[in-house]
């Protein structure tokens, strides 16, 4: 493991000794287990550390954040715009907004980010991390306008781990949609990220993850949360293109009548590898959760999911279900799901369900009767499997971008 | 009945011959295990075979990822071997048994006597470690089925247990298992020949009796070529408080067009109200339909034991191989269960079923896990998995832990799960009708059972249905 990573410490500028000692601790404990293997129970179907050292040789931390190029902006829709660069934040552009009423600045320190289960790529995390963005929406305030995060990756990241952590906060009764944008240029490179999520009292998060283009990337990122009463929180995850994905949520239902939705449509290709892991912790009485998650895996694509929910003794009338569906395009591809419950009150309505297979015969068969061609037949029907998730987006603007998106990837398919 | 009554009603197997015991020297050594395979007149291969598996122990580690955590057991203390005396020399008939012995199988009903042929079971009943006697046998043996102690198999038909032993559950496994290999005692030995049908239910009762002594049962059932075999085990034990563990192996082997069924009904001594005493369960069951078209099907009724841990499994090799598994676990007071079962697609068009149904009352935690794995050769292969959890009060716990691969474009894996608790409006209409709060919980959850309940055998359904009442005496109201 030491000698995959050639850390350099001094690419951090203005570091105080403490902060250089902290560092240097938590890298020593990263590197007492390395990177998670599959001995690993939460990295049973992936091996982070078979897929980085087969793909990587000599990884150093990046210290350039230096930035030229113009970012190809999403004219779809109105939206408030923050351009991270190299995962650093670079510049943020809230017009839309009220003055003060959403604010976004560098992450300066790491409090608060206790993880409750043992990773040790947090430990890297911590080691590593140049910071990351700091968002938070004021009491009783609905953004006007959707916030696009631009994430921007330079082409000069080949070798690169990027570490970043980002905080967001939408305190009581406000509102806000997040879009994540990933845009890589060609370089090949890890990025391991830490979000830590509070949602207020009767507040909404919408978080949506959207990758551009095919990317080199792998990336992981673990994303947890607490929810107060009656607040929502949706994630819409769609990050299809990376080499490699883990996306890690771990959502805490504190009180009363909160609600999570988890859903994804992922459309995985030659060597893509995802996983969407999730944790839903019903600590409350009537809470809901919902997850649907799909993914259409071709060539020699893996795709898993890990999902979890956890009702506890007093978390009565619990509403909590789980889908997970894949489509076998190929006989390379592979799907794996562990969709696990886990309940300790009587009262709840909990279930699950998961399928994989490959196309339906029969509906090919029959759009074929009807004069469609073998390969456009199969693009539609994977095209409606995909599109049920975005039912749960209002926004027409926002649902049809995200659904022209999800169009161009479908087009890829052979 | 009431309730009340109800809930106090003791173990009602819970007695103890006291007959006396023939053990082995205390601890896990070589030593014991040579005086085991001695004192089965065993072969130097088999002796040879024991040493290898108790070698490779001693590098094994405990497994501890199962989410019923017990005490450690200190396995120098335990004894790995233990016969009634009057076993020594073998009886000739049965007036030669200790009548305390017959008086015991008298009282939990096992048909050792001529009367009790009319039932149409054969039996070879286990007290403790050694096979006391087999009936049936002539009419078997016309057949050319052979039903007997394993013991006796090695000694009598050792090629077929040389070609079989281990191949399914190799003696490297993992802990409880090759802990079975090496010190295993006695257990029953089937081999059905090309084109039979077993005409009757084969059927052992085994039955934990000396103090401090684990049982370690080696079970193995071959079914050639177009033959068929029902096999049942049904478990009772006295009630003791120190915990005993239980590591038994079951093999199952299924060639071309042959079919096994295995049904259990486990009701060991599960521990009082407050969880003190009670068996360990720790099985391995696991079948192979090694030949084309053949077909394994598991059927257990686990309301037994203090901790149930066990995934009777099915490794479909051959083409076209069905394998099945319906499963009962009913947790009450203090226990736990962590069952489910494994089904490996290998051959092509392979099928398997899974139904589990989990009901946890009182302070008991129930858990579904399960293994569906279907390799990139299993072409057309299905599964369809449905896992149903009843809780009953919010003291209890219910989990599912699945675990789906799927490595093939042509196959189609189903899996559903639902956990809830009993319907008020069901109960409601049934305690309208008359029928108390006991009684209608009963009828529910033998509803609720009914899609395993009709795969067993007739004789063991009535008892089944009967113990999945009492298990869950004192759970309501």
New interface residues.
């Given amino acids: 493991m030491e000698q995959l990573f050639n850390i350099d410490f001094k690419r951090f500028n203005s570091l105080n000794e403490k902060e250089a000692a902290d560092r240097k601790k938590n890298f020593e404990l990263f590197l007492k287990e390395g990177l998670p293997n599959k001995k690993n129970?939460n990295w049973k179907f992936s091996d982070l550390n078979y897929i980085i050292t087969k793909n990587f040789k000599n990884i150093t931390n990046n210290d350039d954040y230096k930035f030229q190029e113009k970012i190809d902006l999403i004219h779809d829709f109105d939206h408030n715009k923050v351009i991270l660069v190299n995962g650093s934040l670079k510049s943020s552009d809230l017009h839309f907004e009220e003055k003060g009423k959403v604010k976004i600045e560098t992450l300066k320190s790491l409090e608060g980010f206790h993880h409750q289960s043992k990773n040790n790529l947090d430990y890297l995390n911590k080691a590593l991390s140049i910071g990351g963005f700091n968002l938070e929406v004021q009491q009783n305030y609905k953004c006007k306008k959707p916030i696009i995060i631009y994430n921007y990756f330079t082409a000069n990241l080949n070798n690169k781990i990027i570490n970043n952590s980002n905080k967001i906060k939408v305190r009581q009764n406000s509102e806000l949609t997040l879009i994540e944008y990933n845009i890589c240029e060609k370089s090949k490179f890890i990025k391991n990220t830490f979000e830590k999520i509070n949602i207020d009292k009767g507040a909404v998060l919408k978080n949506i993850i959207l990758q551009k283009t095919k990317c080199n990337g792998y990336f992981y990122k673990s994303i947890s949360g607490t929810q107060d009463f009656n607040s929502s929180y949706q994630n819409f995850i769609l990050s299809s293109g990376l080499k490699f994905n883990k996306i890690e949520i771990d959502m805490i239902l504190e009180k009363e009548k909160s609600s999570c939705h988890i859903l994804s449509g992922l459309n995985l290709s030659t060597e893509e590898h995802q996983e969407i892991k999730t944790q839903i912790n019903h600590l409350a009485p009537n809470c809901k959760s919902y997850q649907k998650i799909k993914k259409v895996l071709e060539s020699n694509s893996k795709g898993v999911y890990q999902g979890k929910i956890f009702v506890k003794?007093?978390a009565?009338k619990t509403d909590a279900y789980q889908l997970s569906k894949?489509l076998?395009?190929?006989?390379?591809?592979?799907?794996?799901?562990?969709?696990?419950?886990?309940?300790?009150?009587?009262?709840?309505?909990?279930?699950?369900?998961?399928?994989?297979?490959?196309i339906d015969e029969e509906a090919i068969h029959y759009l074929m009767t009807r004069g469609i061609e073998l390969k456009a037949a199969k693009k539609l029907l994977i095209n409606g499997f995909l599109n049920e998730i975005f039912e749960n987006i209002p926004e027409d603007k926002i649902r049809i971008f995200l659904e022209k998106s999800i169009a161009v990837q479908i087009d890829e398919i052979r | 009945m009431k309730s009340e009554e109800l809930k106090n009603q003791e173990y009602k197997y819970g007695f103890t011959t006291q007959i006396e015991n023939f053990k082995a020297p205390k601890g896990l050594s070589e030593k014991t295990i040579k005086f085991i395979s001695k004192i089965k007149k065993e072969p130097k291969w088999m002796l040879d075979w024991r040493l290898k598996a108790f070698n490779r122990l001693k590098v094994l580690k405990e497994p501890n990822?199962q989410k019923p955590k017990y005490p450690k057991i200190d396995y120098q203390n335990l004894y790995y071997y233990s016969a009634p005396k009057s076993m020594q020399e073998k009886p000739k008939s049965l007036d030669e048994v200790d009548p305390k012995l017959i008086e015991t199988y008298n009282k939990l009903g096992i048909p050792l006597n001529e009367q009790k042929r009319l039932s149409g079971v054969a039996v070879d009943a286990v007290f403790d470690s050694v096979s006391v006697a087999t009936t049936f046998k002539g009419e078997l043996d016309k057949k050319g089925i052979i039903f007997c102690p394993i013991s006796e198999a090695i000694q009598k038909h050792p090629h077929l247990v040389k070609k079989y032993l281990g191949s399914v559950i190799p003696i490297s496994d993992h802990y409880f298992a090759t802990l079975n290999s090496a010190v295993f005692t006695d257990g029953s030995f089937v081999y059905i020949p090309p084109n039979t049908r077993c005409p009757m239910e084969l059927s052992t009762y085994f039955r934990i009796n000396a103090s401090e002594t684990g049982q370690f049962e080696r079970t193995l059932i071959i079914a050639d070529k177009g033959s068929y075999v029902s096999y049942l085990e049904g478990c009772t034990a006295p009630m003791r408080d120190e915990n005993q563990l239980h590591a038994a192996n079951v093999e199952l082997v299924a060639l071309d067009d042959a079919e096994i069924k295995y049904s259990t009904v486990q009701n060991w001594y599960p521990g009082d109200k407050d969880g003190v005493g009670g068996i360990y369960n720790f099985v391995t069951k696991r079948g192979a339909c090694r030949g084309r078209n053949s077909k394994i099907s598991w059927t257990q009724v686990e309301t037994g034991s203090a901790i149930t841990w066990k995934y009777p499994s099915c490794i479909l090799q051959g083409d076209n191989s069905v394998g099945e598994f319906y499963s009962i676990a009913i947790t009450n007071n203090h226990q736990k269960a962590d069952t489910g079962t494994k089904m490996i697609h290998l051959g092509k068009n392979t099928k398997s079923k899974i139904i589990s149904k989990g009901i946890s009352a009182g302070q008991a935690d129930n858990t579904y896990r399960g293994l569906v794995d279907i390799g990139?050769k299993a072409k057309n292969s299905r599964n369809y998995t449905q896992c149903d959890?009843l809780?009953?009060?919010?003291?209890?716990?219910?989990?599912?832990?699945?675990?789906?691969?799927?490595?093939?474009?042509?196959?189609?894996?189903?899996?559903?799960?639902?956990?809830?608790?009993i319907n008020e409006d069901q109960l409601f209409y049934c305690n309208q009708r008359g029928l108390n709060q006991e009684e209608a919980v009963s009828l529910i959850v033998n509803g609720f059972c009914k899609e395993v309940l009709q795969q067993l055998p007739m004789e063991f359904a009535v008892e089944a249905q009967k113990l999945v009442s009492i298990s869950l005496e004192g759970s309501v109201g």
């Avoid at chain 2, 699945?402 to 799960?417: L, Q, V």
Wanted: proline share 3%; glycine share 6%.
């Fill in positions: 129970e003794d007093i009565q894949a076998i395009l190929n006989d390379q591809a592979e799907f794996n799901a562990k969709p696990e419950l886990e309940i300790y009150a009587d009262d709840v309505k909990c279930s699950h369900g998961s399928s994989s297979g490959s | 990822w990139a959890s809780l009953m009060g919010n003291k209890c716990g219910a989990h599912t832990v699945p675990y789906i691969r799927n490595k093939n474009s042509s196959s189609t894996i189903e899996h559903e799960a639902t956990t809830s608790k």
